[in-house]
């Protein structure tokens, strides 16, 4: 279990995939940074790495359960919890 946040649309979508708050979610296939999984960031801060600042946007607390990767700042799993906005 990894605890990070994950930045959404404002509309709780994320490169066309469907999300709610809370929720929980699963990704079938290989895992690969920046290509296939649900990516988060393990410090709030690192996601605006990775997007604009934006009002509209929700940012979330996700624990990723099941597999993990890590590169730098960015970490990819197949199964995310979105706990809370």
């Not at 999300?19 to 699963?26: A, I």
């Not at 988060?40 to 997007?51: P, S």
């Not at 359960?65 to 970490?75: A, H, L, M």
Request: with cysteine; charged share 30%; proline share 1%.
């Amino acid at each position: 279990m990894v605890k990070g946040y994950k930045v959404f649309n404002s509309d709780w979508t994320c490169r066309d995939k469907q999300y709610t708050c809370p929720g929980k979610f699963e990704e079938e296939g290989d895992l690969k940074i920046y290509v296939h999984g649900m990516h988060f960031c393990q410090a709030a801060a690192d996601c605006f790495n990775y997007y604009d600042f934006d009002n509209s946007n929700k940012v979330a607390e996700v624990i990723a359960y099941g597999k993990v990767i890590t590169e730098g700042d960015r970490s990819c799993t197949d199964k995310l919890e979105i706990i809370r906005e």
